[in-house]
C-alpha cells in the first residue's frame, strides 16, 4: 500500500469527529469497506501506524478492528521508534493491552527501542498492566528512563518525564553526558534535573564535563553553569577520602555485604581505641557529615530501604532530625517505596510531616504519585495537611494522584477530606483528569464527595470517549449538573464539608468516628 494511503488510514483513526462519536458507524463502515478491498492496516507513516493512531483514541472498538483484519500489534512507526503496544502502555490502556496479549504482541522484544513492554510499565504504577506482562513470562531489565537515555530516545525521555519518572539514586544527566549528547542534556534540565546530584563514582554533572577524560565540549559545561549548577561542589569522593571512616563509607553503599562489611571495618581498623581519643561531639560530626549533594548516611541508608542498615546507623549516633535538599527522613522514605516497618520507624521520631523539600513536594504529594495507598494512610493519619499544593506545579495530592493513575491513593484521600475542588498551575483539578484519563472508580468518588461541576465545566472538559460511550458515566454526569442531589447525598455533603472546616486540612475521619451515629452511617460519610 503507498504512502499516502497509510496516512489516510491513520487520519481516519484520528478525526476529532471520530473521537466525539459522530458520524462512528458510517466511518466504521468505510474502513471495512477498504479492509475488503484488499487495503492492509500494517502500513508504516512516518509517526504512527494505523493501529497507533486507533489506540490514541482509546477506542477498543477500533482496535479490535484493526487487529482483526491483521493489524501487527508489533509494528513500528516509520522512525522504528515505538510500536501499539508501547503507546498502549504509555496510555494505560489495560483493556487494548489485553486485546494486543491475545493477537501476539510480543512481550519479550522490544516495543520502543531497547525497552520492553515491562520496562515501560515497572515505573508507571498500573497494577493491572503488571500483572499481564509478568503472568506472561516476561524478563526484566532497566528501569525505563535509564533505556531512554542511554538510546538517546529524546521522544520517550519526555514522555517518561511527563509522566512522572524520577531518577533519585540514579542520574540520567551523566548518562547522557558520558555520550555528548546535548539535546539530551537540555531536556533534562528542561524537567528539572537535579544538577548537583552525584554519580556512583562522585562526579557532578559540572565536574563529568570539564573531567580531563571526558567526551563532552565545553558547550555542555556552558549549558550546566547557565541552569545554575553550583561551581563549588566538591566531589563526594574527596570528603570520603578526607574526612569519613570506614564505618561511614560503607553507610553509604548499602548492600548485602554492608553489615559484615561494617563489623570487619570496626574489628580491623580498631575503632574502638580511635573512638576513645575523640570526643562525643566528634564522633557525631562523623556518622552525620553531609554529603556533597547535602545527603547524611541515615537519609541514604532510609532510602535503600534496608532496615537491618539504618537501625546499625542510628545506633551509632545517626541524628534522624538532619534535612537535606531531598527533605526529611520521611520524604526519603516514601521516595524509597520502602516496607511499612521503615515508614514507621521513620514516623516514630516526630518529624515536620507536612515539610516541603527543595522540588517543592511535601512526603503526601511524593506518596500520592506512587500507586502505594498504606504510605499515604500512615501520613494522613497522624494529621499530614491533605491540600498543600507543590510549588513547581500546583498539583496537590489529590490531583496528583488521579494525573498519574494512582486510584486507591485517591480513596484514601477523598475519604479522609482531601479537597478536590483546587486548580492547579494549568487551571486544572481532580475532576478534569479523571475524566481525562477514564479514572472510572476516581470520577465516581469525586462525584459523591460532592465535587464542583457545571453544565458549561461538562461541555469545556475533555471528551475522553470511553467516558462519553459509558451510557451511566453520560447518565450521572448528566444528572449531576441538571438535577438536585438526593437528600441522603446532600446530607452527607454538608456534613464533610462543616468536618472539613474544623479539621483545617487534615484529615475528618477523627472527627466522624467520634459522632454518635451508627457504624453504617460512619462508613456513609467517609464514602468507603
Request: some cysteine.
Amino acid at each position: 500500500m503507498s504512502q499516502s494511503l497509510g496516512i489516510a488510514l491513520a487520519t481516519t483513526c484520528t478525526r476529532e469527529w471520530v473521537k466525539n462519536g459522530q458520524v462512528r458507524e458510517l466511518v466504521i463502515e468505510v474502513l471495512k469497506i477498504m479492509f475488503a478491498a484488499g487495503i492492509t492496516p500494517n502500513t508504516v507513516t512516518r509517526l504512527e501506524t494505523p493501529l497507533m493512531a486507533a489506540v490514541s483514541t482509546h477506542d477498543e472498538l477500533l482496535t479490535n478492528l484493526l487487529l482483526e483484519n491483521g493489524a501487527n500489534p508489533n509494528l513500528q512507526d516509520g522512525q522504528a521508534d515505538m510500536n501499539a503496544f508501547a503507546l498502549a502502555i504509555i496510555l494505560n490502556e489495560v483493556t487494548i493491552i489485553k486485546q494486543f496479549l491475545s493477537h501476539g504482541a510480543k512481550v519479550n522484544e522490544p516495543c520502543c527501542q531497547n525497552m520492553t513492554p515491562l520496562q515501560l510499565s515497572i515505573n508507571k504504577s498500573v497494577e493491572q498492566v503488571l500483572s499481564f506482562h509478568t503472568g506472561n513470562n516476561v524478563h526484566l531489565v532497566q528501569p525505563p528512563l535509564i533505556q531512554a537515555v542511554e538510546s538517546n530516545n529524546l521522544y520517550m525521555t519526555s514522555v517518561l518525564l511527563e509522566h512522572g519518572y524520577g531518577s533519585y539514586q540514579q542520574s540520567p544527566v551523566h548518562l547522557a553526558m558520558i555520550h555528548s549528547r546535548k539535546e539530551m542534556v537540555a531536556l533534562l534540565i528542561q524537567h528539572g534535573a537535579n544538577l548537583e546530584k552525584v554519580n556512583g563514582l562522585g562526579e557532578t554533572p559540572l565536574g563529568l564535563a570539564i573531567h580531563p577524560g571526558s567526551n563532552s565540549d565545553g558547550d555542555i559545561a556552558k549549558m550546566l553553569l547557565s541552569a545554575g549548577c553550583s561551581r563549588h561542589k566538591e566531589s563526594i569522593e574527596w570528603i570520603l577520602d578526607n574526612e569519613l571512616d570506614h564505618v561511614n563509607r560503607e553507610a553509604l553503599n548499602t548492600t548485602d555485604k554492608t553489615v559484615p562489611r561494617l563489623s570487619e571495618c570496626r574489628k580491623f581498623s580498631n575503632l574502638d581505641i580511635k573512638e576513645n581519643r575523640s570526643n562525643s561531639r566528634r564522633k557525631s560530626a562523623f556518622i552525620n557529615l553531609k554529603a556533597a549533594d547535602s545527603f547524611t548516611p541515615f537519609f541514604m541508608t532510609v532510602m535503600s530501604g534496608r532496615m537491618d542498615i539504618i537501625k546499625y546507623i542510628y545506633d551509632k549516633g545517626g541524628d534522624p532530625y538532619i534535612e537535606c535538599s531531598q527533605g526529611n527522613l520521611i520524604h526519603a522514605a516514601v521516595m524509597a517505596i520502602c516496607s511499612e516497618e521503615v515508614l514507621d520507624f521513620v514516623l516514630s521520631f516526630g518529624l515536620d510531616i507536612d515539610h516541603i523539600n527543595d522540588d517543592g513536594n511535601t512526603q503526601l504529594i511524593l506518596a500520592a504519585r506512587n500507586n502505594n495507598s498504606s504510605a499515604c494512610q500512615k501520613l494522613v493519619c497522624p494529621g499530614a495537611c491533605l491540600n498543600m499544593q507543590d510549588t513547581r506545579f500546583g498539583e496537590t495530592a489529590l490531583s496528583a494522584c488521579v494525573y498519574f493513575g494512582c486510584e486507591n491513593n485517591a480513596q484514601v484521600l477523598i475519604s479522609h477530606g482531601a479537597d478536590p475542588d483546587i486548580p492547579d498551575s494549568r487551571n486544572t483539578t481532580a475532576l478534569y483528569w479523571s475524566i481525562f484519563n477514564c479514572r472510572e472508580k476516581t470520577l465516581k468518588l469525586l462525584l459523591e464527595a460532592g465535587v464542583k461541576l457545571t453544565q458549561r465545566d461538562l461541555v469545556h472538559y475533555p471528551r475522553n470517549i470511553k467516558v462519553m460511550r459509558n451510557p451511566e458515566l453520560r447518565q450521572i454526569l448528566n444528572e449531576y449538573v441538571t438535577k438536585p442531589p438526593l437528600l441522603q447525598q446532600a446530607c452527607r455533603i454538608k456534613v464533610r464539608t462543616h468536618l472539613k472546616h474544623l479539621s483545617q486540612g487534615k484529615s475528618i475521619e477523627p472527627f466522624i468516628l467520634q459522632l454518635a451515629i451508627p457504624s453504617k452511617l460512619k462508613k456513609f460519610l467517609l464514602i468507603e
